[in-house]
Nanobody
Framework: QVQLLESGGGLVQAGDSLRLSCAAS????????MAWFRQAPGKERAFVAA????????VYADSVKGRFAISRDNAKNTVYLQMNSLKPEDTAVYSC????????????????????WGQGTQVTVSS
């Protein structure tokens, strides 16, 4: 059973940067796409970014494109989300997820295609 543990959240000011980490354990990490989703208070969970199993393909939500970068280190079973130029509207609980199917070339953006989820880490951006 894959377990995911996020870290790196916190309270920052607009314009600051944060790097989130998601450490995987209990299963095979390297063969699966990974993604970050976020959920703001009163809103539905939203896709943020995803990376293919090899790291060769990435996809981003339009709202974070050019500001956020997803990466992975398969040797460390860890996926990262570098968040720059943070805005108050980025405030949310950020969760990482591992895809249900292995070796998919294009990382999916739909949350139902992810089988394993972390508990989330809070990111708060003040104006």
């Amino acid at each position: 059973q894959v377990q995911l543990l996020e870290s790196g959240g916190g309270l920052v000011q607009a314009g600051d940067s944060l790097r989130l980490s998601c450490a995987a354990s209990g299963g095979t990490f390297s063969g699966y796409a990974m993604a970050w989703f976020r959920q703001a208070p009163g809103k539905e969970r939203a896709f943020v970014a995803a990376i293919s199993w090899s790291g060769g393909n990435t996809v981003y939500a339009d709202s974070v494109k050019g500001r956020f970068a997803i990466s992975r280190d398969n040797a460390k079973n860890t996926v990262y989300l570098q968040m720059n130029s943070l805005k108050p509207e980025d405030t949310a609980v950020y969760s990482c997820a591992a895809a249900a199917s292995p070796f998919v070339r294009l990382p999916p953006q739909d949350d139902y295609k992810y089988a394993y989820w972390g508990q989330g880490t809070q990111v708060t951006v003040s104006s």
